[in-house]
């Protein structure tokens, strides 16, 4: 079955150290695999995504993910947390048959002063 | 870049009345849309896919004579909530799938509160 596994429900970083955020997929075929980030009461931004090609993705924000298909694993890194970075983050797998977005529960990112 | 415009912000309504929450690409054409439910503090949960001039396929659960979804053009998709109550508030958020590249855009979400 496919499947996206955010292990971390939370995570809490003081600023200025470096993020790591894990994701998980169980997917049949070749992925799509995006990250987003939702702040309170909002929606959805795309932070990268991967479909082809260099498997370090460089998003927006300073971030970026590594693919890793030997390990089916596509985390979210970034070198230095700033307070803004506060939110809750989503992994998601594209299915190309029908172009729903497979989700992972979602880690929240809390940063320490 | 890809916008999707998402009307309105929050809403408050009584129970049993009707409420519609639009969503609008403004710069591409959706050809298919997505609804989806949030509950506090949980990952989306897809509601619906609409495809334009199509009628809506709705998830598992969901039930569609209550959530009825309109994507009549390439541009606006809309839902309406039925003879909403308290059960149905949440944090309802539309996605568009821009088909020049294989992204979604997300609208900022609707806020619905049901009293």
């Known amino acids: 079955a496919q499947s996206v596994t955010q292990p971390d429900i939370h995570i809490t970083v003081s600023e200025g150290a470096s993020l790591e955020l894990r994701c998980n997929y169980s997917?049949?075929?070749?992925?799509?695999l995006f990250w987003y980030v939702q702040s309170p009461g909002q929606g959805l931004q795309l932070l990268l995504k991967?479909?082809?090609?260099d498997t370090l993705v460089q998003g927006i924000k300073g971030f970026e993910a590594e693919f890793k298909r030997s390990q089916s694993s596509f985390n979210l890194r970034k070198p230095s947390v700033h307070w803004s970075d506060a939110a809750e983050y989503f992994c998601?797998?594209?299915?190309?048959?029908?172009?729903?977005?497979?989700w992972g529960a979602g880690t929240k990112l809390i940063i320490k002063p | 870049g890809a916008v999707v415009s998402q009307h309105p912000s929050w809403v408050i309504c009584k129970s049993g009345t009707s409420v519609k929450i639009e969503c609008r690409s403004l710069?591409?054409?959706?050809?298919?849309m997505f609804w989806y439910r949030q509950f506090p503090k949980q990952s989306l949960m897809l509601m619906a896919t609409?495809?334009?001039?199509?009628?809506?396929?709705?998830e598992q659960g969901v039930e569609k004579d209550k959530f009825l979804i309109n994507h009549a053009s390439l541009t606006l998709s809309t839902l309406t909530v039925t003879s909403a109550h308290p059960e149905d508030s949440s944090f309802y958020i539309c996605?568009?799938?821009?088909?020049?590249?294989?992204?979604?855009?997300f609208g900022s979400g609707t806020r619905l509160t049901v009293v």
């Open positions: 998601a797998v594209g299915a190309v048959s029908n172009y729903q977005l497979i």
């Open positions: 997917y049949g075929a070749t992925p799509y």
């Open positions: 996605s568009a799938r821009d088909s020049r590249i294989y992204g979604y855009t």
């Open positions: 991967y479909f082809s090609g």
């Open positions: 710069d591409f054409q959706a050809t298919t």
């Open positions: 609409s495809n334009e001039g199509s009628k809506a396929t709705y």
